[in-house]
């Protein structure tokens, strides 16, 4: 099929290549188009399958009594039966854990769609064996190494933000600022190699700033897939390093009204908040609101003094004045739910205010009023940033026949705004123009509205499940402020792809995928606001950046198996990646502030390719499960910020410069992850992580790649004790993790030596009349160990982490259904 001739002439051969594939790719969808048939004759019986909670069961076994028809459950708890003649039939569900299920169904002409809810066995471990079955079959139908997250998992290790929360995983870690803000790197990768879903669509913020938070509420998720390894076949350019999928939470069930009131307290920051939910729902439409609000003040760590570059700053209480925060949340979900279609809109603003550490941003740190900022731990001085994030995505779909027809529309808007004091170097005039337009506190501005589209169709038609798909997306990025770091630019992004998952028998699954990604990128010209002497002895507005139009594309595939026995799984995967530089790799030209440097673009770079291989290896016993995850990264043309020995003394105030290169660089590593019940009250977990990254050229040949997390190890030990009925679910955990030291750096990077920290996790569920209060307790850093995180934000300045932090969170669920008393779970459908 696609050995397809192309006519001889003068095509370059980027152009044949182009025609090539998309005509390859035409016929491969016609192709498959053909394979599909629609029954003409007979009725459709499908549905879905849940649990208690109404979240999609996979792997359930659909069987209809007196006839062959026997059919599973896919990772949305979807089952279909075609050409059934008319009659009554007795349809029977299986999944282990869960009590079986039989249906009385009358076929006569029309379509009958079954909503289906089981029961566990037992239902004093109902929540347990509810997250692991789910968990387990979503794991065991991915085609990439992928974790997944629960709320209950969020709940109960609540971290600074969502992905703080995230980095007791292993294979993640964070890059942190403050107590609030953090980003995400997955096995070592992350600013733009790491792509954020919410609900579907791609969250787009600044990205490329170590500074630069995520604006996602925790309390708002759902289930959160992590997908480490690269993913650019499904998910476009960014994914080269992974994908953090965070989904929205299930709609309520039918016929109810209800919400929940979280309360969270912490210690270290003096931070207290709470998050409001109110839902409800008829029969096809339903709402879901949500509101969060925090307020903390600045944060602790176990020292006196910290050394800002050689200068000895004292801290007030140990606190690190001017990292105060503020934080809020407003979300809407409301749609319609039907048996075929269904379309919800999902509406969301986040906004925070949060302050930087006074004494490590600006050029003279050194000038700091110390005084004024000791005088309150709760107010946000200058230096500070302020995010608004609002966001509106569609989410729509629709079965026919052997189709699923999915669509996300979706619309973003990333306000940022960074204040300091006007501090002039180079040629800046000393004391700031009255006649300027913008204010004097406005070091930066960043200005993005994003629109996105998605689109699939789902086709099962025998063993294959394929997946068709095409994304767009439109940046346009505008630019404020005083001083200059990036330019502004638009940007275009589209890519088609086909994915088919194929059953070969019972426990092999066979994956394929080819995706043809094209990007244009277009930087506008920008030029100081204020004369510079050049060396004639003439007085310019330099030009900082110039125009710049850069075309992208590249074709990346993807090809794996899974192999499940009952007690043995295996994964492979291996594949092409892509991702397109960005603005500030093309033309960056300024100080960044927060490190000190100057930092230049370079505008002729090329796009970044990797080659993977990712391997999953795991067993499980009745007492204990052990997987294995390696993996091998290649990268001919990896892009990141060189220091060089050059100065800039005219714009820069003496900083040094950092010039964005390119290198091949090879990586590999992998992670280990070790279960073992000793009783069905005590057990234990034993999670590892190990990453390797070598340069193989450049000027930095023979080093590893910036922000490299060390060797690490994590061991758990929980017990679940017995405690009657008005306490149940009780839970005591101990994480002890082990880090080890990090000698392979990247000057300016500093050698971080190990160390050993002690976590502690307690909770239950508290049951007053019926209505049930979930209480959870966390100590981080239980010992108050002053050490320093390698991948932290303020790693360069030898700041240490944050101390003790004492975390209560109470979590009060109401629920009301018609014929049902408040507090108690609907029945099944």
């Not at 939470?249 to 039918?254: Q, R, V």
């Not at 982490?801 to 969170?809: C, D, H, P, T």
């Amino acid at each position: 099929m696609w050995a397809i001739g192309l006519p001889v002439c003068s095509y370059t051969p980027v152009a044949i290549q182009a025609l090539f594939l998309m005509r390859s790719f035409y016929v491969f969808v016609f192709c498959l188009l053909g394979f599909c048939r629609v029954d003409a004759q007979g009725v459709r019986l499908s549905g879905k399958v849940v649990n208690h909670a109404q979240r999609p069961l996979s792997g359930v076994i659909i069987t209809l009594s007196g006839t062959a028809a026997t059919g599973i459950t896919d990772t949305q708890g979807d089952f279909s039966f075609t050409g059934l003649p008319a009659g009554d039939y007795e349809l029977v569900t299986a999944l282990p854990g869960y009590r079986q299920h039989h249906v009385s169904v009358k076929i006569k002409t029309a379509d009958v769609y079954l909503n289906i809810r089981l029961s566990p066995l037992r239902r004093q471990l109902q929540e347990v064996v509810v997250a692991d079955n789910h968990v387990q079959e979503r794991k065991a139908t991915a085609p990439l190494n992928t974790e997944i997250v629960t709320p209950d998992f969020i709940q109960r290790h609540l971290g600074g933000s969502l992905m703080k929360t995230l980095e007791r995983l292993p294979g993640i870690k964070t890059i942190g600022i403050g107590s609030g803000q953090s980003k995400p790197l997955i096995r070592g990768l992350g600013f733009n190699r790491v792509v954020v879903l919410d609900k579907g669509v791609k969250h787009e913020g600044q990205q490329w700033g170590a500074d630069h938070g995520l604006e996602l509420d925790q309390f708002a998720a759902g289930d959160i897939e992590l997908i480490k390894g690269a993913a650019s076949f499904m998910y476009g350019s960014d994914a080269i390093g992974g994908a953090i999928d965070v989904k929205p939470p299930p709609p309520p069930p039918l016929h109810t009204f209800g919400g929940s009131v979280d309360l969270i307290g912490k210690t270290n920051n003096n931070l207290y908040g709470t998050s409001f939910r109110l839902y409800g729902r008829k029969q096809h439409w339903f709402f879901d609101t949500r509101f969060t609000y925090q307020n903390y003040g600045d944060y602790r760590v176990p020292t006196d003094t910290v050394y800002v570059y050689d200068y000895a700053v004292n801290l007030h209480h140990r606190q690190l004045r001017n990292t105060a925060g503020r934080e809020t949340g407003l979300h809407l979900n409301t749609g319609y739910l039907g048996e075929k279609f269904r379309s919800v809109f999902y509406v969301s603003n986040t906004f925070s205010k949060s302050g930087f550490f006074a004494n490590a941003h600006g050029l003279e740190p050194r000038r700091v009023d110390e005084a004024l900022h000791d005088a309150s731990s709760r107010d946000i001085q200058l230096p500070s940033q302020q995010v608004n994030h609002f966001k509106l995505i569609n989410r729509s779909s629709y079965v026919w026949n052997h189709h699923q027809l999915e669509m996300e529309l979706g619309y973003q808007r990333n306000f940022r705004q960074e204040f300091s004091h006007y501090v002039n170097h180079g040629y800046m005039p000393p004391v700031y123009p009255d006649t300027m337009k913008i204010p004097h506190d406005l070091e930066r501005e960043f200005d993005k509205q994003v629109y996105s589209a998605n689109f699939r169709d789902r086709i099962t038609t025998g063993k294959h499940v394929i997946t068709l798909g095409i994304n767009g997306e439109y940046q346009h990025n505008i630019i404020n402020g005083w001083t200059f770091l990036v330019p502004a630019f638009d940007q275009k992004t589209a890519g088609a792809f086909g994915y088919d998952q194929y059953q070969l028998n019972e426990h092999v699954l066979l994956f394929g995928a080819v995706r043809y990604d094209y990007g244009q990128l277009q930087l506008f010209r920008y030029s100081d606001w204020f004369p510079s002497k050049t060396s004639s002895g003439e007085q310019q507005y330099l030009v900082r950046a110039a125009d710049l139009n850069r075309t992208f594309h590249s074709l990346v595939w993807s090809a794996g198996m899974n192999y499940n026995r009952e007690k043995f799984n295996l994964k492979a995967n291996a594949g092409k990646s892509f991702r397109m530089p960005i603005a500030k790799e093309l033309g960056a030209n300024g100080v960044n502030y927060h490190y000190f440097s100057y930092e230049r673009g370079d505008p002729g770079l090329s796009p970044e390719q990797s080659y993977q291989a990712d391997l999953s290896v795991g067993w499980t016993e009745k007492k204990w499960s052990v997987q294995l995850s390696p993996f091998y990264n290649y990268f001919p043309n990896y892009i990141y910020l060189n220091p060089t020995a050059d100065h800039d003394y005219y714009y820069g105030a003496g900083n040094q410069v950092f010039q964005y290169a390119q290198s091949s660089v090879m990586r590999y590593g992998g992670e280990v992850q070790l279960k073992y019940r000793f009783s069905e009250k005590f057990r234990t977990e034993w999670l590892g992580e190990y990453l390797y990254a070598r340069q193989l050229s450049g000027d930095k040949k023979g080093y590893t790649l910036p922000f490299s997390p060390p060797a690490s190890a994590l061991i758990n030990l929980t017990w679940t004790p017995a405690t009657g009925k008005l306490f149940r679910d009780t839970y005591w955990s101990v994480d002890y993790r082990i880090t080890a030291h990090q000698h392979h750096i990247v000057p300016p990077e500093k050698k971080t030596p190990g160390y050993q920290v002690v976590n502690m996790q307690a909770g239950t569920k508290v049951h007053l009349s019926r209505q049930p209060v979930l209480v959870s307790l966390q100590v981080q850093n239980l010992f108050n160990t002053r050490y320093l995180n390698h991948t932290s934000f303020y790693r360069l300045i030898e700041l240490p982490e944050a101390g003790r932090n004492i975390i209560l969170s109470i979590k009060v669920p109401f629920f009301f259904q018609r014929d049902s008393q408040p507090g108690v779970a609907p029945g099944s459908n």
